[in-house]
Structures are given as C-alpha cells and as structure tokens.
C-alpha cells in the first residue's frame, strides 16, 4: 500500500510474486485483524480496493524499521534508495508517509 498498490489483482502483479492462494489468505487475516478494510471501488463496482484502518497506519514505524534493516544488511535490497533515506533522517520519512497515508486512509 505505500506503494500505492490497493487491489488485490494489483497486489498481484507485483514484484514479490506472492502466490494467488497466499495473497487471498494473508489479505484476509489483516482485514480479521482490523489491519486492512475491504471496500467495493468507486471506479468499478465489481472490483474490491483495500484501506489501511488507523491500526494499519499506526504500524508504520515497524515498517520503516524492517525497510531500514532490509537496506542495512541486504546488498540487494530493492528499496535501497528508500533505505538511503530512511538512514539520512527516519523521522522525516515516517513524518511524510504518516501524512500521505492519514490522507488517503484516516
């Protein structure tokens, strides 16, 4: 999702390749979890988007954590340059997704 990615057939197609039966399952444990919500599109009413809930967002900082991690110790990391910027100032890049996020979700 900070990726801007909010249909499942997006999450799809993503770089992680996630298998399709591994993908439905996990989606539905974070909205059981009142992480995600699952809401028909305003675009297309046959589609589903998913949201973050406000406990979703607050888990941000854990994120940026393990994306810090991740960068720190895996050469080939693909969000190096994220990583970069996590590392010059941590507090300005959560600052920046709590503020798109809380837009888009809160």
């Known amino acids: 999702m900070l990726r801007g990615k909010l249909s499942y057939s997006e999450f799809l197609k993503s770089e992680e390749k996630i298998?399709?039966?591994?993908?439905?399952?996990?989606?539905?444990v974070l909205e059981s979890e009142n992480i995600l919500y699952k809401k028909v599109?305003?675009?297309?009413k046959s589609k589903f988007v998913y949201s973050l809930t406000k406990k979703g967002i607050d888990l941000l900082p854990i994120v940026i954590e393990i994306m810090d991690w991740g960068a720190k110790y895996n050469e080939n990391c693909p969000r190096r340059e994220l990583g970069?910027?996590?590392q010059v100032d941590k507090s300005?890049?959560?600052?920046d997704y709590l503020e798109?996020?809380?837009?888009?979700?809160?």
Do not use: D, H, Q
């Not at 298998?19 to 539905?28: D, E, F, H, K």
């Not at 599109?41 to 297309?44: I, K, R």
């Open 41 to 44: 599109s305003p675009e297309n």
């Open 100 to 106: 798109k996020l809380t837009e888009e979700f809160g």
């Open 92 to 95: 300005k890049v959560i600052s």
């Open 84 to 86: 970069k910027k996590i």
């Open 19 to 28: 298998a399709t039966n591994i993908l439905v399952n996990r989606l539905n």
